[in-house]
């Protein structure tokens, strides 16, 4: 069916909208996409309804592939299934909550781990019935903080999670991949730039992950990776080379020393290195220790907690709390100090700490042996020579340092530099955590049970649109990869007399005819606004119907590279048609 | 693809479940189409998705057959809209209400005139920009007071919601034309018996309107028709045929007589007849009047009513409440008689309801001229020959009697008859209830402004997959229209020889390469479980693949009329494709 732009329901803007900073959200929004309704809930018009559908297919066409079989779960769920995992709880404000008219409590499923397991613990018993890959192309509800961007991060989206049960690790292992190839496959064909990176599974819980990021100054995302060895990870989930240990023998004797008015690093090493002590010291040479408060989900009482990085370097709260979920992490506030009088601001070291029973975590690189200047707990005091091993021991390590470009490669392989994406897809073990919940075990050829093992995959398929969009423009618009395009072949009618638009109607009738997706602007509008709109809207191939015509030619250009090929009219459907792979 | 039985997500059930009632709630939970996650709340298992994917397939093409545009909007929608029409207030209980995390108020869309309207007001502004029709298939969410018969009636559903919008009346009919023709298409092409009736619109508002109701038991919903004439109407929209008015004079004077203990029409009916009147009295002759009490959407001041009818009927309180709606309607209580002790219970009269001030309204069949014994609004007494236009005058007439099989067709063509039926569509004159509330208005061509004329037609696609399955079952299970079955050839491998097996195998294969939808039960199971499963599960035709093939020949059963043919196995793919229509 053609789509003819005289009847078509779209409007273009020429300015960009107010609330629209990230080019996918302003472009959306101009070549008439989509459109906001609420805070990070938007309508999909014909245009836009389309590229989506068109994204949906190939994610559905690769899960189909690799033996998934989809299902449908309902948006509107009931608490009881996320009690019993203890995610009411622990989702907080990001879930959508109500009730119905007898006063249950339901939500809005922000993920589906609760029901695609217990519906699995429903159906299935013998182990003769696994492996299965199960799957969902549904709208999902995250009561986000700050949505933003239009459809990069919403509150209502559309997302294809799916899950893989298995009988074993190994055999999770193969389910792992097969999904991990299938995005593989989907974002190749999408025409992607992306990163597969090492992640944190946040509150999914479970243990391996990766998330697929899109490269894009627009991402949420900040990630690193290591050209020279391809390793590439999420902030969260980078790590730190812990040092070789020393001997603590034959270190200099802690000493304390006054030192006025440094309660920043800066300071207090040009103190240092102002005092003559026979060396010089740089801020890596100090330690730094940061008090926060951490409280376990669905739990009242606070709980103190030091964390020791180089002087050299911030705490990263996202990664710091990256290591400490599903526990809630906050910075201490003017009462809380009050309530600790023993905690010294800009003085504090692990001295007090221990003495009062606080819990104290370091950076890795603060091993056994190594000497650091820090906090004396006294007001304008600091220790120089504080041995780690010998005169405090932490109670353990956190990855809650920054990381900076130039730093280390965990793999070894050089330096990470950093860059920003688009989180598509995450893919990660879930383990057991939904299985032994529910108690879902198979029986055994054995007549013993057995664990199921999860695995979980998730594919933003609305963010994607966005995510291609971020890709995918230039200055004019919007430019679409084909096998999202919301049309092959966007013919232009540029010129008033009646053969122009006779002979732009029949070449769209014979396109269409081909299979070729056509859109076909047959308004009375100057031939300005239709190419102003042809290289908003991104359709791959602009048929340039008009003056050509007295001699023969119609003009084809590509929207990418914005190349013009005249092309003899009668040649043109069928130059078209292999274009467009027909 | 084949879908092999051998690891499709399937469990069947060879009871029915305890919840269910109506056939094809059951069927669809032992067949493993559907599972219940809460009350009205279900999850749509492999083999439901294929089927609702499939109606959801014919709806969409029969709406961009008649130019519909698909748009999507999303679920969870901000209450000022709904505020602007009253709806967020007029829908009560039935609507699922939310807030967020910065407190601000939404809902689920049960239907979405706010958003189409709105967005037509935000995209279209001149004449030349109409017609349009714009659609969406999309769940919906409406809080049920009793969710019943599985996805019959969900609390969860999608549905196909369309709407025009057109310049003028006349443009609208045109569009309402097209869309009654779609909708016929639709439902021939699901092969579903149904019938298209006269209705009251309900909480939708506008005036002419339409449903198209399937004919079954399990349906909700009354209807009457009359076989002579084709006349069909909900019970809610039926007309009653009013008399011919008669002159009052002549009429004998009205006269009170004392009827002891006649609190029925029974009892009074007897008590005249025995009285010696020189008439026999039935209790048609007896005017019967039914108090309630009404109250507009949104106010607190209930408002007495009377009720007027011929007392051998029931007041019908859906009519009632049809005809008085937007109006809230409830029978008055103890406390409302004791308010107001001009009410004489089972002795009520038009006269002390005109002396206090209180509507009245009666039956169309009570015109002029009619004369009625009715209460004399004294204990024990009524009045006899009290004349219509002579002794009282009624505020007017009102839609409230029962209807009964047999009542004459409004049309004069003949007596109604009863049936019931599943509400699968609904159209409906919206006028300009929704563009006056948002003032939505298009640029002439003579620069004044014309309000839009819209109209609403939405389809229960959810809903229709029960519907199709209540029309299109038997005693072993679900009998599956072509269309949408879930497959159109299920074989079953009735043997253990593996030459079965290979054959079975070469031909699902050679049927699947030739374009036929195939289920291959590949399971380790026994003939007799594969029969069972084949006939629950519902595929047009089943082919069986066992001890035949020493004779070379398959069996084919057709599901619907169990009609089974020997085919030889060299012509069977052939014979199959043909069948399946490919």
Redesign the interface.
Known sequence: ?ITRLS?????TLRENPADAEVPSHQLLVRA?YV?R??PG??????LG?RV?RNVEAVVREEM?AI?G??????????REPYEATGRWTEYG?NV???K??RK?D?L?GPTHEE?FTL?VK???SSYKDYP?I?YQIQ?K?R?E?RPRAGILRG??FLMKDSYSFDLSDEDFAVSYRRHREAYVRIFDRLGLRYAIVSAMSGAMGGSASEEFLAESESGEDTFVRCPASGYAANVEAVTTPAPPEQPVEGKAAAAVHHTPDTPTIESLVSFLNAAHLGRTFTEADTLKNVMVKTRAPATEEWELLGVGVPGDRDVDLKRLEAALHPAEVALLDEPDFAAHPFLVKGYIGPGSLATNGVRYLVDPRIVRGTAWVTGADRDDHHVVDLVCGRDFTPDGTVEAAEVREGDESPDGGGALVAARGIEIAHIFQLGRKFTDAFAVDALGADSKPIRITMGSYGIGVSRLVAAIAEQSHDDLGLVWPRVVAPADVHVVVAGKHATVADAAERLATELDDAGVRVMLDDRGATPGVKFADAELIGAPTILVVGRGLADGVVEVKDRATGERTEVAVDDSVAHLAELCGK
Chains 1, 2 share one sequence.
Request: hydrophobic share 50%.
């Open positions: 069916m009847t078509l329901f779209l409007r008439g459109r309704v609420a809930i938007y309508s999909w018009l014909p309804l989506l189909d033996g079989q989809e299902i449908l779960f309902p948006a509107l769920l009931p404000d959508f909550r109500l119905d008219r249950a339901y809005l029901l519906t429903g159906e299935l299965v199960l709208t509800y009561d903080d509150r209502e």
